[in-house]
């Protein structure tokens, strides 16, 4: 009785385990190319000869849960082991984006351990960017030398399932653009809020707007996540190109406006997607000098005190669909 209780609770209980910081380097993988171009962004695909990324899986099962409650580790999957196959299996991978990757090896992980039930990956890609090197007709990019970006990473998740009949299902995907920092030194403005004897934020009708943001997308079909179909497949550097024209284009009241245009204009460039998300935080510098004698424009600036203001927000298909009949009355 006593197990079959145990049993019962574990089906409803959070129970994982796994590896993080799986740090893979491939080399040569497939370019990828093909994609959908973009008036906002120059970018038109990765040679991907560096395919980079740190990874993190965990894995999830009945079948872990007396590791738990008995020590009894004969069903373990040791995480060294996770670590191994997933840099063993970068060797086999033919596709050319991250986010085929993480359900390839996921795939395989369900394939190889029958008593896995489900499979959660998540990673962010190192971007390496080719050097300018001199040539007899100008400046040319390096095919053997790169820098790698560190702040600015695309990222992707996935979660697979085995189904009652053992064959594998994409529960949840998503890709994204982790780390963009962005600062616009004029034509951001903030005003209009609630005033009590809390307020002493003076109202700013030009001010200069650092943020860091985060965007998430989910596609209609988890599919074009993959990059088979590369025109079907949405690049992390088109989405942060987007959002810095967006930033420069408008003269924004807010964030929380900001980036809601920047979400109506990602899904009007993608309509393969579903939803975007943000995840945003408010740097902006503090005032130290307001005039400086070089430049009538010139400030002087430093970072901000440790509070800092965010916001979250999603935007979908329908909000793009109101707004555009806004536009057209």
């Known amino acids: 009785?006593?197990?079959?209780?145990?049993?019962?609770?574990?089906?409803?209980?959070?129970?994982?385990?796994?590896?993080?910081?799986?740090?893979?380097?491939?080399?040569?993988?497939?370019?990828?190319?093909?994609?959908?171009?973009?008036?906002?962004?120059?970018?038109?695909?990765?040679?991907?000869?560096?395919?980079?990324?740190?990874?993190?899986?965990?894995?999830?099962?009945n079948a872990f849960l007396s590791s738990f409650t008995e020590g009894d580790n004969t069903q373990v999957v040791a995480t060294d082991s996770m670590k191994n196959f997933i840099l063993r299996h970068a060797g086999d991978y033919t596709g050319a984006t991250m986010e085929g990757f993480l359900e390839f090896v996921s795939k395989e992980f369900l394939q190889k351990y029958p008593h896995i039930e489900a499979v959660t990956m998540s990673g962010q890609q190192f971007p390496f960017n080719e050097v300018e090197i001199p040539?007899?007709?100008?400046?040319?990019?390096?095919?053997?030398?790169?820098?790698?970006?560190?702040?600015?990473?695309?990222?992707?998740?996935?979660?697979?399932?085995?189904?009652?009949?053992?064959?594998y299902e994409v529960i949840e995907q998503t890709s994204g653009v982790k780390g963009l920092r962005l600062?616009?030194?004029?034509?951001?403005?903030?005003?209009?809020?609630?005033?009590?004897?809390?307020?002493?934020?003076?109202?700013?009708?030009?001010?200069?707007?650092?943020?860091?943001?985060?965007?998430?997308?989910?596609?209609?079909?988890?599919?074009?996540?993959?990059?088979?179909?590369?025109?079907?497949?949405?690049?992390?550097?088109?989405?942060?190109?987007?959002?810095?024209?967006?930033?420069?284009?408008?003269?924004?009241?807010?964030?929380?406006?900001?980036?809601?245009?920047?979400?109506?204009?990602?899904?009007?460039?993608?309509?393969?997607?579903a939803e975007i998300s943000f995840v945003s935080n408010n740097r902006t510098w503090e005032t130290i000098v307001e005039e400086v004698s070089y430049s009538a424009d010139g400030k002087v600036f430093t970072d901000p005190r440790p509070p800092y203001g965010f916001q979250g927000f999603s935007v979908t298909k329908e909000d793009l669909a109101l707004a555009e009949a806004e536009e057209e009355k």
């Open 135 to 167: 040539t007899e007709s100008g400046f040319a990019p390096s095919e053997l030398v790169f820098r790698q970006g560190l702040v600015e990473q695309p990222s992707a998740s996935v979660q697979v399932e085995r189904t009652a009949d053992d064959q």
């Open 183 to 273: 600062i616009k030194v004029k034509g951001s403005s903030f005003y209009g809020y609630i005033k009590d004897e809390y307020t002493t934020l003076p109202e700013s009708f030009d001010r200069p707007l650092f943020i860091y943001l985060d965007i998430n997308w989910h596609y209609e079909d988890t599919d074009d996540a993959k990059g088979d179909q590369p025109d079907q497949y949405v690049c992390a550097e088109q989405v942060a190109h987007i959002a810095q024209t967006l930033f420069h284009q408008e003269d924004s009241p807010s964030i929380q406006n900001l980036i809601y245009k920047i979400g109506l204009r990602v899904l009007k460039r993608f309509p393969q997607l």
């Open 1 to 61: 009785m006593k197990t079959k209780s145990v049993q019962k609770v574990a089906t409803k209980r959070t129970m994982y385990y796994g590896k993080a910081d799986v740090f893979v380097y491939r080399t040569y993988a497939k370019p990828l190319k093909g994609i959908r171009e973009i008036p906002e962004s120059s970018f038109r695909g990765r040679s991907n000869i560096i395919f980079g990324m740190d990874i993190q899986v965990a894995i999830k099962g």
